[in-house]
């Protein structure tokens, strides 16, 4: 079975700079690039990467990961995918801990984080934050990532609706991020893909600005990964493009 996938991140209708990263790793050639296509038996890593912190220190964060996330794949011989995936963040996460250390005015910068690495016929993902990742399967859009914010668990407890959320003052506000901890604990999941699988991974930039059933509705539409991406790109920022808009697209065939 093979992966093809294409990333993409735009600065949005309102940011002054974008604060989004993102990364496509052949762990076989772990350089970074903004497509692959590639056996899934030799693994693929996907990642989007959002900054924050304010002050253009959410650029240097997201920057930070990047390269270290690069790094680390760099030198690191895939044995266990669910935990490498996992490890790569926690690696991440004590990296940018020391950079903070060694520069205090950094401190309260840092990024979420959400990574998925296929290999073979298992995607393992990993997740700090709320960047998400979906799966598009027979024409469904699934969520198979858990946004780890504070309205998202008002939502999940029924104190609020789904209505109020959208709206919720706090709804950007993360209960997880890779810099202002010391300790991280990703959330995780695997499970199996199968030829004409589609993956997505986003930044809050798209699903803030766009609904679960329109995004469905261009991943079914628009059968070429490029297009499909530059489709999701274009709906964000037509629709207010109120924040940095990173999408990864991946086809399995």
Known sequence: MRIRACALTDQGKVRSSNEDRFLLIDTTNPVATNIIDLDTANGAYMTVIDGMGGMGFGDIAAETIATRLEFFFQRLEIINPQADVIESLINANDYLRVVIEKNPVYEGMGAVVTA??????????????????????????????????????????GLITRAEALVHPNKNQVTQAIGP????????????????????????GLYGMVSDESIGQILKEKSNMEECAKELLEIANESGGGDNITVVVADLS
């Open 181 to 204: 901890q010391d300790q991280i604990t990703p959330v995780n999941t695997e499970f199996t893909v199968k030829q004409r699988d589609r993956l997505l991974l986003c930044s809050d």
């Open 116 to 157: 998925c690495l296929v290999k073979g016929e298992k995607a393992c993902v990993a997740q700090i934050g709320d960047s998400r990742l979906y799966l598009f399967r027979d024409n469904v859009l699934k969520q198979i990532t858990k946004d780890q914010n504070f309205v998202a668990e008002l939502l999940e407890s």
